[in-house]
């Protein structure tokens, strides 16, 4: 049986890092999460003193840099970022560089080369509509802003978040935003997705809801 290309969308706190690297471990494949590429390359950004919004310098600083992103950790240039590119202040520079077209089709072209023999779970706002969209399975999770802003101001691996909730909820609803409207590759649910609202549940529930989906594609070839 060919391995699957599964994309899993969705806005920040809708859990995806932690349903896409259950999902992968499950079936054996490779988990992505190409939000990490762009805050990898927001922090770049921000080291060498090149503005993020400046399109072509920081388009060519992604096409330069060495990015490596696994379920453990993420390097740009030999660097372990893997704690430093979670943080609001890189937060925004995230927002701001995948902003930018010339660094999007950068990193959408690498993001394909990783998922082109499959065995993939790649996780992110794009990946149903633009990076695979014809995926063999796309999901889209998603779930309260309340609730998305407390899993952020309760997840250890990012630091120097607000201790309100309700901040958290404020910079959340700001990204979203941006996201939502921003001309290249804007976040929503493709049409032929799975949405999947993660509100009040478990994360193995909503597990078991994915791989009944993933189970229904094997089964169906």
């Known amino acids: 049986m060919r391995s699957l290309i599964i994309a899993i969308d969705g806005p920040s706190g809708a859990g995806k890092g932690t349903v896409a690297q259950a999902i992968a471990a499950a079936l054996g494949y490779r988990h992505v999460d190409s939000g990490a590429m762009y805050r990898a390359v927001g922090w770049k950004a921000q080291r060498d003193g090149v503005g993020v919004e400046d399109e072509d310098p920081v388009a060519d600083l992604a096409a330069r840099a060495r990015i490596e992103v696994s379920s453990a950790h993420v390097t740009i240039d030999g660097h372990d970022v893997t704690r430093e ?3 609001p202040e890189i937060d925004r520079a995230a927002a701001a560089v995948a902003r930018l077209p010339r660094v999007r089709a950068v990193l959408v072209e690498r993001q394909r080369e990783l ?19 014809t995926a063999d399975v796309k999901v889209y999770l998603d779930a309260a802003p ?13 630091t120097g978040v607000p201790a309100a909730v309700a901040d958290v909820k404020s910079l959340l609803t700001q990204r979203d935003e941006q996201d939502r409207t921003r001309t290249a590759s804007p976040l929503y649910a493709a049409h032929d997705a799975i949405v999947i609202d993660t509100t009040g549940k478990s994360v193995e529930d909503v597990v078991r809801e994915v791989m009944a989906v993933v189970t229904a594609k094997m089964a169906n070839g």
Do not use: K, L
């Open 146 to 158: 309340e609730e998305r802003a407390r899993r952020r101001a309760n997840d250890p691996a990012h």
């Open 85 to 87: 590119i979670r943080t």
């Open 115 to 133: 998922g082109a023999a499959g065995g993939i779970v790649m996780e992110g706002r794009d990946i149903g509509t633009v990076v695979f969209p």
